[in-house]
């Protein structure tokens, strides 16, 4: 079914073409090797070219307007793939043709057709989020917020609730009740009897009293002196007692609420698989944008303007803490759990920075122990929270971070003293990566598993609670995606130990801490495990292959099979140019600069090249792997500068990821500078191997590229002849402060980080052509980032550039009609300059 593949090594000493078995040359050690010790001196150290999974043969001239259509002709391909709960099918959506509609699919393990899922079943397969009982016999899930069951035994659905209750997270209780959230309120449902009880409530209010005190003078006179009015508060006190002794005496009744500092809102809360405690995560309840932080959208359905909200701007952030508050259901007692035993919690991790600062204003700074902001960690790929409790409900373990971005705290609480006990500190003068900070616990011990960098690398780790952390792999590759065995036999995990560029599937036997590789697709492939655990569904691409599905059988020698055909026949049939992924010596660092590499036939022949450097966004952000990229359209056009004669380099430069620690925070306090000196190192490796004239180069990008393109035509002017900047941040003082504040803290904290790092500071250096492409309603990158961009180039009497705007787009643009034009005008820019 799937069809051959082999993947090519170039050696970079010696440029020959070597055919291989998955990555097995002459120069490589065996797979068993790989898979235990990445070796950084064989496979990364080369140059890797993927053959064509579709052998296509159809040279027709690509045209922009085929490129920039609705990509459903490409292919339809399977989204959000998930297992039945028995493991004999799967599931995944797929959208509708021509329509933004997703449809539900279920194919069997035994057919190579899938069938659409009716909508009338749609509640008794939405079970993606699914939790199970402690004896793993019954499954619930939540379909349109209502509660649905099934016994795994008999197969028997049965729906629980049906109103529009909002509810969130479900999950089973030692004693087999099912409890859910619904905002500050808990409940627990009784699957046999259906009954519901309220366990838990909290407000944010003052606790009420039968009497309110004598707040001055005047009332406390009126109660000495008017008796009749103390013969009412008493009255009104005793019926107040008496109603809270039936409260405390009766059982049936609901219990009293937990009363928290006013002005406050939940921003988490997590019971106790037991029913005895509940944690919660408080904060000041202050808007999170100001009335001013608004957009005008001037193409809407009623003909009028309308201003949209948006998000604030890193410059007008305050620091914001968390404060954790550990409620016990059995004996009402509500304790404030505090931050100061957390090692560094009071520490001055900016001093530094600020000193800098404080020097370049001609001050002087005196460095302060006041307590850190902190708060629940909050990672960027995660579907857990920061809050983890062990199965019986007798420890739990919580994630914290600094708001400076400097500390990751893992702890656990001592409930008899209500404090934190720090499990695993992680400090990073830089900042601490919002990805690869997945953690819980082992379901058999006090055990905590959980990943970190403090190697340079994202590697997994064991600990119990008394002893020190173990770790379980290691090298320079990243590990995530991690699912535990529900017999704590494996950590199944993601990584790309054979090259950067390659994501394979790989589990971890726990108590031998041998490593199995379970695929050997070379490319990028994410996995589901099935809860027989016996069976992985595999979402696989490669360069010229989207995203499909295979199934790979787990303790058979058997290969993972492909199970859906989605890409079209338009597109395979299509003879795509191909990447290289090229490892590019750098002159700043010993780690290379991962690029694809775009090449016409015979190349080395005739005159010099054109070329064009590609700039990725979002910054940390892979594109030089052997999957299928985000960036299809963009890989599609390059094949069309292929055809036309151009070189085109795709560059991982320095803060993108997959490469390490080292390589994502080589940006800190100052972006824009090392990017472009990799970029300067892009442009020498083309002169000097590719044939590549250097004053024929040209580069863009958007978002981040578009942000590179600025700071490239600005600093280096002479690097590039000519370069498109698409939705482009021109000063980081105006994006937004989960991201900014991770590289370049606070304006108000790092001005001189800011500055450096903002284009706008360096207009004056624009000597070449500059196009700027920018959505007008873009809630991510503000279209005033270009305004202000432009009257900067105005006011400096700059005359090589021109602006194209796009008012009915977003960040991400949706019609076609949009990317033809931006395309066209990219194209042209080069066309007439290169």
């Known amino acids: 079914m799937q069809k051959s593949f082999k993947l090519l090594i170039i050696s970079t000493f010696t440029s020959s073409l070597l055919a291989c078995s998955g990555l097995q040359t002459s120069e490589t050690p065996p797979e068993s090797n790989l898979v235990q010790e990445n070796s950084v001196s064989t496979i990364i150290q080369q140059r890797v070219k993927q053959k064509a999974p579709y052998l296509g043969d159809n040279n027709e001239t690509l045209t922009l307007k085929k490129i920039m259509a609705d990509p459903d002709w490409i292919g339809r391909q399977p989204e959000s793939p998930y297992w039945s709960l028995n493991g004999e099918s799967y599931f995944y959506s797929q959208k509708r043709e021509g329509s933004v509609v997703r449809d539900l699919y279920q194919q069997s393990l035994t057919s190579n057709t899938a069938t659409l899922v009716p909508l009338a079943d749609y509640h008794q397969v939405s079970y993606q989020d699914k939790v199970f009982n402690q004896g793993r016999t019954i499954t619930a899930w939540l379909f349109e917020q209502n509660i649905y069951i099934q016994d795994l035994q008999s197969g028997k659905v049965t729906q629980l609730t049906r109103s529009d209750q909002y509810r969130s997270n479900l999950q089973f209780l030692v004693d087999g009740r099912l409890s859910y959230r619904s905002y500050n309120k808990i409940f627990a449902i009784d699957t046999t009897s259906g009954i519901t009880e309220q366990l838990v409530s909290w407000e944010f209010k003052e606790a009420p009293s039968a009497n309110e005190a004598a707040k001055d003078y005047i009332a406390q006179e009126q109660l000495k002196l008017i008796a009749v009015l103390n013969d ?21 009744t609901t219990p009293e609420p937990f009363y928290l500092p006013k002005d406050h809102k939940t921003a988490s809360a997590s019971l106790s698989p037991n029913g005895r405690y509940l944690i919660l995560a408080i904060e000041k309840d202050t808007p999170s944008r100001s009335k001013g932080d608004i957009m005008p959208n001037y193409i809407k359905d009623n003909g009028r303007i309308k201003a949209e909200k948006v998000r604030r701007r890193v410059a007008d952030a305050k620091p914001e803490s968390q404060y954790l508050w550990l409620l016990d259901l059995q004996s009402g007692a509500q304790n404030k759990l505090s931050y100061q035993n957390l090692p560094g919690y009071n520490e001055d991790v900016l001093a530094s920075v600020k000193q800098e600062n404080a020097e370049a204003k001609g001050e002087t700074y005196e460095s302060n122990r006041l307590p850190r902001d902190i708060a629940l960690l909050q990672d960027w790929d995660w579907d857990q929270s920061a809050i983890q409790w062990q199965r019986n409900g007798e420890n739990v373990a919580i994630m914290l971070e600094a708001w400076d971005n400097k500390d990751r705290w893992l702890t656990t609480v001592d409930f008899s003293n209500q404090t934190f006990v720090t499990q695993d500190r992680l400090h990073d003068d830089a900042w601490i990566n919002y990805n690869f900070n997945s953690f819980g616990w082992l379901n058999q011990s006090t055990t905590l598993y959980f990943l970190s960098e403090k190697t340079g690398y994202s590697h997994l780790y064991l600990k119990s609670l008394n002893a020190a952390a173990k770790q379980l792999t290691r090298g320079e590759y990243e590990v995530g995606s991690l699912t535990l065995s529900a017999n704590d036999e494996y950590i199944y995990f993601k990584a790309n130990k054979k090259h950067p560029g390659i994501y394979e599937i790989y589990r971890i036997d726990l108590n031998s801490g041998d490593i199995e590789a379970l695929t050997d697709l070379n490319g990028v492939t994410d996995y589901v495990l099935n809860d027989q655990q016996t069976s992985l569904l595999l979402t696989h691409s490669k360069l010229t292959m989207p995203p499909e599905l295979f199934v790979k059988s787990i303790g058979t020698e058997s290969s993972a099979e492909q199970v859906t055909f989605t890409t079209s026949d338009a597109f395979k049939q299509i003879n795509w140019s191909i990447p290289e992924i090229v490892p590019i010596k750098s002159s700043h660092v010993a780690q290379p600069i991962y690029a694809r590499l775009y090449v016409p036939e015979n190349v080395a022949e005739g005159d010099k090249k054109r070329a064009v450097i590609f700039n990725h966004g979002a910054g940390y952000l892979q594109n030089s792997h052997l999957g299928w990229s985000a960036y299809f359209r963009e890989f599609m056009f390059h094949s ?21 620690r080292d390589w994502r925070t080589a940006i800190y306090r100052h972006m824009g500078k090392p990017e472009i000196e990799d970029l300067v190192d892009g442009v020498n490796w083309m002169v000097n191997n590719v044939n590549v004239d250097r004053n024929r180069i040209g580069t863009y990008g958007g978002s981040y590229g578009g942000f590179m393109t600025f700071m490239a035509l600005f600093t280096e002017p002479d690097l590039f002849q000519a370069g498109a900047a698409l939705r482009p941040v021109s000063d980081w003082a105006h994006y937004n402060h989960p991201y900014t504040s991770n590289i370049l803290n606070t304006p108000d904290v790092d001005p001189i980080a800011y500055e450096r790092s903002s284009p706008i500071y360096f207009a004056e250096g624009l000597e070449k052509p500059l196009l700027i492409n920018a959505p007008m309603v873009d809630s991510n990158v503000f279209f005033v980032d270009t305004v202000r961009l432009v009257q900067r180039l105005i006011e400096l009497e700059k005359q090589d550039f021109e602006t194209a705007i796009y008012p009915v787009e977003s960040h991400g643009f949706i019609e076609p009609s949009s990317w033809l034009d931006e395309y066209r005008r990219i194209y042209k820019l080069f066309e007439e300059n290169l």
């Open 232 to 252: 009412r508060r008493k009255r009104t006190q005793d019926k107040f007692d008496f109603n809270a002794q039936i409260s405390k005496q009766n059982h049936t």
């Open 640 to 660: 069309l500068l292929v055809q036309r004669g151009y070189v085109v380099l795709d560059m991982d430069y320095r803060a993108s990821a997959g490469y390490g």
